[in-house]
């Protein structure tokens, strides 16, 4: 995910940011609102497999693992606190 982010900043930096004009500092400002758009929008987490059924009062239950989920937030860089 890092380095398709650093391409993606690479291809932006070389071009003019749409509607930035002006002083250098807010094609810098805007560079880098874009650059924290994109990074957010690049934020995926691919869930792990729900466990196994599980059955109460005749209602079937599907569910993640709490530990599963926070490895699979960890695994894209994400701090879960």
Known sequence: MREEFEAWLDDCAAD???????TPWA???ALAEAAWQASR???VVELPE???DVTFDDNSI???WPDDVISAIES???RVK
């Open 62 to 64: 599907e569910f993640y």
């Open 50 to 52: 729900l466990s196994v």
């Open 76 to 78: 894209t860089g994400i």
């Open 27 to 29: 094609q810098a400002i």
């Open 16 to 22: 003019i940011i749409p509607g930035c004009h002006g």
């Open 41 to 43: 929008a690049a934020v």
